[in-house]
């Protein structure tokens, strides 16, 4: 099933609706959808390098605006539609051992990190946020700047390298964006053991 859906996803940067899908799976892929928006806002920026950064605007936003309707779904109805959601996708146990493990600020540097390195998935956080009772300025402006990043960072190198980075940006990107959302972590659990 989800090779279809990447497969899916995967053919909609061929179409003239190409924008509007990319703000969908962004927006979607924020609370309930299972593939990222990157595997979209690739295909459309290597076609249209000139568009990469208004592609990784519309990501952004429709990823933030996906992002609030997370916290809504957590803060508001996380028994009768964000529980449903997280089982359907097999998430449920994740999410229930990381509600019991963390604090507030421990899900601000989720924020972070799930936004950089969908470390963990960003619908589990979003949806923990509201669910926590993060505040919804903190969760709109850390939202902005964690998927921000990702964008951008993304719309530079495919307009600076081209089709030779994306091979590395689908192998590897992945990968150093978790190692630096590793590495904040270890950051935070240091200077919380070093202040306690």
Not at 107 to 131: D, E, M, Q, R
Not at 138 to 146: D, R
């Amino acid at each position: 099933m989800l090779r279809r859906l990447y497969d899916w996803t995967m053919s909609l940067a061929a179409r003239k609706s190409a924008e509007k899908w990319l703000a969908v799976i962004a927006f979607i892929e924020s609370s309930v959808f299972l593939v990222p928006a990157d595997v979209l806002f690739l295909p459309m920026a290597l076609a249209k390098p000139e568009k990469a950064w208004r592609y990784a605007l519309i990501a952004t936003v429709a990823s933030v605006l996906g992002g609030i309707a997370g916290w809504f779904l957590g803060y508001y109805a996380y028994e009768t539609i964000a529980r449903p959601v997280l089982e359907f996708y097999g998430k449920l146990e994740a999410f229930d051992a990381l509600r019991a493990s963390v604090d507030y600020q421990t899900v601000v540097l989720l924020l972070i990190t799930s936004g950089l390195a969908h470390l963990p998935p960003i619908k589990i956080v979003t949806i923990l946020s509201g669910v926590a009772h993060i505040n919804i300025w903190l969760f709109i402006i850390s939202a902005i700047v964690a998927r921000g990043a990702r964008f951008m960072l993304l719309a530079w190198l495919l307009q600076r390298y081209g089709e030779p980075i994306r091979e590395f940006i689908e192998k590897r990107l992945g990968l150093l964006a978790a190692l630096g959302a590793g590495v904040l972590i270890l950051l935070y659990i240091a200077y919380r053991y070093i202040a306690h």
